[in-house]
C-alpha cells in the first residue's frame, strides 16, 4: 500500500494556508480602501454647496456658533441661533415674511451666513487671502470686519439656489435686495426697493463704496 509521505501532506497544508491567508489580506485590503472612498467629505461638494459664503477652517483656533457660525439646516426662522438672532430686525422681519410666501411655492430660505463677530470675519478674510493669493483679490469676495454688512447684522447669505432665484424675482416687493453681482446669495434689506425697485447691483464688494472705509 503506497500513500502521501507525512512530510508533504504538511507542506500542502501550509501551501492552502499560505494561499489563504494571501486571499483574505487581498479582500480586507479592498474593503479598507472602500470604506476610506465613501467616508464624509471624499464626495464633492453640490452645486448649491459652491454658491456660499466661504467655510470656517476647522484650525486656528475655536470659533462657534456664538461667533456666527452657522450649523447645517438653519432657517430664518430658527431663533436660537446667533447668526439669526443677532440680524438686523427689520432685515429679518422682512426676511421671514418673504420666506413665509415662497414657503406656499415649496421653497425653504436656509441661512448660510448671517450676523457673524469681527473674529469670525477676520478669520474668513484671512483664508480668503490665503486662497485667492492676494488681499486685493480677497477683497472681492470678503470684507474687513470693520466693513462688513455681516459684522453689523444688515446682510444675510440664503441658499439653496432655487431660494435665491425666488428672491432674485420678488425680494424687491419685501425690500429685500441682491447687492454684489458676484454674490447671487448675498441679500441686504433696501427698504425703498418696495416702491422703486431694487438698485443697480455692484459687481463686486471692491465696487460698493462702503467697502472704502
Not at 29 to 51: E, N, T, W
Not at 128 to 153: C, I, L, N
Not at 170 to 183: K, P, S
Amino acid at each position: 500500500m503506497t500513500g502521501t509521505p507525512p512530510s508533504a501532506r504538511t507542506s500542502t497544508h501550509r501551501i492552502h494556508w499560505l494561499f489563504a491567508a494571501v486571499v483574505a489580506a487581498v479582500v480586507l485590503s479592498a474593503v479598507i480602501a472602500a470604506l476610506c472612498y465613501r467616508l464624509p467629505g471624499s464626495a464633492s461638494s453640490s452645486s448649491d454647496a459652491s454658491l456660499s459664503v466661504p467655510r470656517l477652517s476647522r484650525h486656528g483656533g475655536a470659533l462657534g456658533e456664538a461667533d456666527g457660525v452657522v450649523p447645517d439646516g438653519v432657517t430664518v426662522f430658527d431663533d436660537t441661533v446667533p447668526a439669526v438672532a443677532r440680524l438686523d430686525p427689520d432685515l429679518l422681519k422682512a426676511l421671514r415674511r418673504a420666506a413665509t410666501d415662497a414657503g406656499d411655492d415649496g421653497l425653504e430660505f436656509r441661512v448660510n451666513s448671517g450676523w457673524r463677530s469681527a473674529a469670525y470675519q477676520n478669520r474668513l478674510l484671512g483664508e480668503a487671502v490665503a486662497k485667492y493669493g492676494s488681499e486685493a483679490e480677497a477683497a472681492r469676495w470678503v470684507a474687513t470686519a470693520a466693513t462688513s454688512p455681516h459684522v453689523s447684522g444688515d446682510a444675510v447669505d440664503i441658499g439653496p439656489s432655487d431660494a435665491t432665484a425666488w428672491l432674485s424675482e420678488h425680494g424687491a416687493a419685501y425690500g429685500l435686495c441682491r447687492i454684489y453681482r458676484n454674490e447671487p446669495w448675498h441679500y441686504e434689506l433696501r427698504p425703498e426697493a418696495v416702491a422703486h425697485g431694487c438698485p443697480h447691483m455692484y459687481s463686486d464688494p471692491t465696487q460698493d463704496p462702503r467697502m472704502q472705509k
